[in-house]
């Protein structure tokens, strides 16, 4: 019997200001985005950008509905809306920010297991690591694949 470790590596930020202007320019998108989330059932309004292959952003933002699993989070909208409208462009890089009682959470949030998923396949489809920014008001976390959030990933179909 072997024990096994997996180690994680991400970068922590305290403010955006530390950020490159393009991951700035992301945040900011985010941010922004979550000004169109729907939520009168949470009233937790997340939104997401997407920097693509050729510097073009697209923006998603949390979708709810009154037959509860019928919404989508921000990170999916962003990214469905991407592969819908840009399928030959890979996904560089993720920003993504939540916004409670009007303000951005101190605390970034962390995307659900659901879109990890997602975009661990889009990035796989792009053929390139997708880059993962966390936005909070006091610190900002960058993970520089989606492995990094997902270990031991499901992804025995492709080997079949
Ligand atoms: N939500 C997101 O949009 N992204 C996340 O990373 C976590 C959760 C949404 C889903 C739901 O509309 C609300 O936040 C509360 O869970």
Known sequence: MNIKEIHIRYSEYDSQEQLSPEDR???L???????NAYTP???FNVGAAIRLSGGEIV???NQENM???SGLCAERTAMFHAASHHPDKAMETLA???IQDGKLCPVPATPCGACRQVM?????????PMEILMVGAEKIWKFSRVDDMLPLIFDS???K
């Open 59 to 61: 923006t998603g933002a």
């Open 25 to 27: 320019e992301l945040a």
């Open 120 to 128: 661990a396949e889009y990035q796989s489809r792009g053929g390139r």
């Open 41 to 43: 059932y949470s009233h």
């Open 67 to 69: 037959a509860f699993p």
């Open 29 to 35: 998108a985010a941010i922004r985005a979550a000004g």
């Open 96 to 98: 993504l920010a939540a």
């Open 157 to 159: 179909l492709k080997n």
